[in-house]
């Protein structure tokens, strides 16, 4: 596992990055963020887990939005307990084997309120790391808290993330949201892999047309603007608004859904992996 760490995991190293426990083998943690709530980040994470369980890696989430989790409900987690044997926490897994961590699984109530401040969320995201049977993952995606606040400069400076994807709403490209969360990926080294534009258009239902309701796609200009990869506009599609409402998302999600965003992680942690063994020896 050493080597792991060493190859990719800057934060790892540091005096405040979290470190594996001995029932755990991440080889590689991907963050998926944006610039501010309600874009469909939680979406686009369980929908690239979806993807990446379905090509046969061994996929988890670490819901690091302690105080928005959306992720085990979306997966059809809704209900379930994370269960802790000895202190260790033993995350949720869904039918499709994604395992999940998030504070809605440790939470007596579903619906309670997450009131905690700061330090505390700290200790929850630290708990869900360094105190959690993960087992081994190829890839564990890190579900970002929205924005670029304390919360997720914690999860920046503690994980080891090997880079992160960054999703938007249409407005946002527009308005320069996309900026902030690039920044301060940027200020963190942790490199972009690339844009998400996420319910760019729909499709009608009748002719199939893709209909843009916010105007033509800032993406590839965008993208261009910051030198990063454009990963693909999604539609606004009411059957995965569904879907996530019911649980039923690794059901429902299409084959092929963002393959350029999946595409991305793995060919980034390919390449990782070749540095570091190339280090190795
Ligand atoms: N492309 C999409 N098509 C349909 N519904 C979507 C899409 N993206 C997100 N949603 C829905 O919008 C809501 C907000 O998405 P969510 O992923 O929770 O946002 P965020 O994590 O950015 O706050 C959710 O109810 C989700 O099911
Ligand atoms: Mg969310």
Redesign the pocket.
């Known amino acids: 596992m050493d080597e792991v760490l060493h190859g990719h995991s800057k934060a790892a190293q540091g005096p405040a990055g979290f470190k594996q426990n001995e029932y755990t083998k991440i080889h590689h943690v991907i963050g998926v963020i944006?610039g501010?709530?309600?874009?469909?980040?939680?979406?686009?994470?369980?929908s690239l887990a979806v993807e990446l369980a379905r090509s046969g890696a061994r996929v988890g989430i670490l819901d690091a939005?302690i105080t928005?989790p959306?992720i085990p409900k979306?997966l059809g987690l809704a209900g379930e307990r994370a269960t802790a044997v000895n202190d260790i926490l033993v995350p949720a897994t869904t039918k499709g084997g994604i395992e999940v961590m998030s504070a809605n699984l440790v939470l007596e109530n579903e619906t309670d309120p997450i009131v905690w401040r700061g330090p505390v969320i700290a200790g929850a995201l630290r708990q869900f790391f360094e105190e959690c049977a993960w087992g081994e993952l190829d890839y564990l995606l890190v579900?970002m808290p929205?924005g670029t606040g304390d919360v997720p400069l914690t999860v920046f400076q503690s994980l080891p993330i090997e880079g992160v994807v960054v999703?938007s709403s249409p407005q946002d490209l527009v308005q320069m949201v996309v900026g902030k969360a690039f920044n301060m990926a940027s200020m963190m080294s942790v490199p972009v892999l690339g844009l998400v534009e996420?319910?760019a258009y729909v499709t009608c239902p009748h002719c199939g047309e893709k209909i843009w309701p916010y105007g033509p796609s800032h993406l590839a200009q965008t993208a261009d603007e910051y030198g990063i990869d454009a990963l693909g506009e999604?539609?606004?599609?009411?059957?995965?608004?569904a879907?996530?409402?019911h649980g039923t998302l690794e059901d429902e999600l299409p084959q092929g859904f963002l393959p350029k965003a999946v595409d991305a992680i793995v060919s980034t942690c390919e390449f990782d992996d070749a540095k570091a063994s190339g280090a190795a020896e």
């Open positions: 944006s501010k709530g309600g874009v469909g980040k939680s979406f686009v994470c369980g939005d928005g959306s979306m579900d929205p999703v996420n319910m999604l539609p606004i599609d009411p059957a995965l608004a879907a996530c409402d």
